[in-house]
């Protein structure tokens, strides 16, 4: 008796797994201590949680609120900024705007029938932390927010800034970020068209590293995310869910890395790109099937933003079983499996009808399948585990009404003597040798130097569609093989001018995003942004993110191009120092044949160089100013962004009548670095005479070559071509003088009466930095 | 004519050497690697990608997968295929072709626009090149070092079965600069770049008189076509 009585009791005391945290637990025990703190919830969002449901949240609808209610998921800081991109839009912005901000990814109609779908995203934290995965499943993320939308991914760009190159962790951080991208996009057969790569000091122990990509879809293949059609089921697909990235991005992109804090590996998610590759090819056929009713991709937040975002947009309610979802390791609990981030996800919305069709595809692709529950009009998001109910919760109060903070705004007390010192002053050569010696260290310098050993690591080739990649302004693919229907697409921002003015800095980035878009021949239509800045509890920082945001608005509305979607990331800072405002701004542009697109460097022997737009001394946060004197202050750049609309409208002009060989836009390090790339992109150099625009913009040789005054192309042109194109220019009334003419027997680049470069030493200059830190793949 | 395009799961330039084929004159065929049919296909493609996501080792599970019965048995009964990157990779785990693959040496991916040497201009896929032609065709790889035993490399440096070298750079450390190399037949062909990225103006490699202009991968679709119907 006694024996059996003793192993009853020790088959009682063993563990059945965790309890869940019920709803009925949490009528039943109001007072129960909940580690909100831990969850990155301040007590006030606690409390308003607890006023929301009548009672203490479950453990579970703790968790769902805390990812949900981040500074990463719900926009708490910058939402009342952020109206403005959908307050200032004129009819011309909307024409063609098929989705705007607030789903996955903006839609643009670039006709025939064709839309394309982009956006910009970031994974600046978790890339620090493990370099390798979090830019690998930077890119998993974005590409996914890109199916989401029923569209097949065409390409990929990555927009990346590191600490000063030779800093002694940059070159970890370097090989592992690049290295994860090529990984994962080479992996799921995406092209990598462009994008930027800048190193200096601010960005040490937070560098940036946002992915942006492009998809193309039919009108009517769009989807939405969104739970409709009462009794319609709710389907789990794609990778298992486990037990990495728990609050990956939505807690660790909400706070700043600490010193003596404790290692936040474990919240970085791993990413799989064979499984997300397969899963792009499932949900094509299902689109293609007309099996899904709505869908979303799981990313930050995981379960816990699916679910109540699906609920949300839709009939208002869900009810799931938690139970059924397919796991990795069946230990985690509840509250795990509701944060966890685990990549390669997609949730849908199929018609109980449909469903066995849905997964009949989805076996075919080997992708692992479960149904969860179903759409409900209860107006509830309700989850079952193990029987219970551990969720109930209106999903609106989740997913859509979440905290809305106007953080306080201070002007920084620094800027006003910083914008004082400027680099006008500093001594600019007169010697010619010395003018030579500068511009070769530019040249070199590790934000102008050649690019290659990143750009080497990634396939451009894939698909089949690339009319242009870097080194090229922007980056340019097909879209229709009949007609020659094409996009181009590019991004900057130039975090030292926005350090200066950060309203003006993001005016700079968009016009210079445009121009880059304008100088291939596409005509520019559409914009994303990521929004990169510092702590927002940081009231300067706030200021800066207040200014940014104004000044791209305002901007996008004189030109005319609708904010179609983007990302803000903060809390980019360690300790008390932020990194320079970096607003990271992507210009989509349309071309109607992509044989006429424009690349960036001479191709021909004997066309006239000329220079569109006029220069002044600009040379305040320039990269003359910075490599040369290791200066910054003053005044960034004046923009005349009705003068950039001219000049896209001459180019798109000239390259439809096929008169412009190559443009090249004049930006970092100015006249002699865009020169220098010219001859550089195939090999063909050029007589250079600055004389006409000495006089006529009363500059001198040194200023003349290295200021960044905006609105400024150099093109080729053919000689036969000469007269319609100079027509061109007069009839547009935009500013052109002729300066030079190409010569590829010269294999040199000559400045008359300053310096000639051969060919030899200007390549070995510009691609010799990168490997030189990071290591050689092959010869050259 | 008809030829088949494998699609794996990870294969990722099948849709680009459909278009290759299609450009080249014939009929291109998307074949099903779950499928035991090949659909009456001439020639079989097996196309570059990351079949399996190079899980266990680059090409290795692909080349059990349920269609590579009837690839293996085509191919031994002298059907021409062509294996392109992760492609070759999975001949030479099938067996069909000698040696094997390991990680470029220099640890990293790599694109390049490469130059190849067509070495052997007598097998179904390469005999409208001229022997000792140079050619461009884009590079894309990781695992793209091709090695094989001392004996092996005699053999087939001695029977002709080098098919193309890397001429001026190798680019992945593969021994002897092997770039492709065929059956001792002729009929199965594999190599690390991908041909099917140099057959349309404006998409290829760049080449001295115009950017993105290359197309010497056509002739690689165009040979197999043109002996088949010579035939």
Redesign the interface.
Known sequence: MSTENDRAELIDVRPEGPKPDTTADAAATPDKHQPYEALGLKADEYAQIREILGRRPTSGELAMYSVMWSEHCSYKSSKIYLRQFGQKVSPAMTKDLMVGMGENAGVVDVGGGWAVTFKVESHNHPSYIEPFQGAATGVGGIVRDIISMGARPVAVMDQLRFGAIDAPDTQRVVDGVV?GI??YA????LPNIGGETYFDAVYQGNPLVNALAVGVLRHEDLHLANAKGVGNKVVLFGARTGGDGIGGASILASDTFSSGGPTKRPSVQVG????E??LI?CCLELFRGELVEGIQDLGAAGISCATSELASNGDGGMFIELDDVLLRDPSLTAEEILMSESQERMMAVVSPDKLDAFLAVTA???VETSVLGEVTDTGRLVINWHGEEIVNVDPRTVAVDGPVYERPVAYPSWIDALQADTAATLPRPTDPEEVRAQFLQLLGSPNLADKSWVT????????????LSFPDDGGMV?VD?ESGLGFAIATDANGRWCQLDPKQGARLALAEAYRNVAVTGAVPAAVTDCLNFGSPEDPEVMWQFSQAVEGLSDACLELEIPVTGGNVSFYNQTGTKPIFPTPVVGVLGVIQD??KRV?SGW?DDGDNIYLLGTSSLELDGSAWAGTVHDHLGGRPPAVDLAGEKQLAGLLAAGADQSLIAAAHDLSDGGLAQALAEAVLR?GVGARVYLGELLERDGLDVAATLFTESTGRVVVSVPREDDVKFRGLCEGRGYPVARIGVTDASSQSLEIQDVFTVSLDELRSTHRGTLPARFGA???Q | MRVGVVTF??S??D??AQ?AVRLAGGEPVALWH?DHDLQGVEAIILP???S????LRAGAIASLSPIMTEVVDAANAGMPVLGICNGFQMLAEARLIPGAHTRNA?Q?????DQVLRVENASTDWTNGFAEGQEITI?L?N?DGRFIADDETIKRIEGEGQVAFRYVG???NGSMDDIAGVSNARGNVVGLMP?P??AT?P??GP?MPD???SGVDGLTFFTSVIERALSK
């Open positions: 290295q090529s990984f080479n992996c799921l057969g799989d790109p064979f499984a590759k397969v090819e075919k692709w080997d080497n690591q990634y396939d451009t080739y894939v698909l089949g569609n690339t009319a097909r093989e992509v044989a690349p191709q195939f793949t092959i010869p | 799961p990870g990722l330039d849709r680009d278009r779950g570059g990608g990351f399996y996501g190079d899980y220099h990293q991916f790599i694109r390049r884009p894309k990781a750079v190798n680019p991908h099917e990225h349309e404006g998409f760049d115009a950017m993105s």
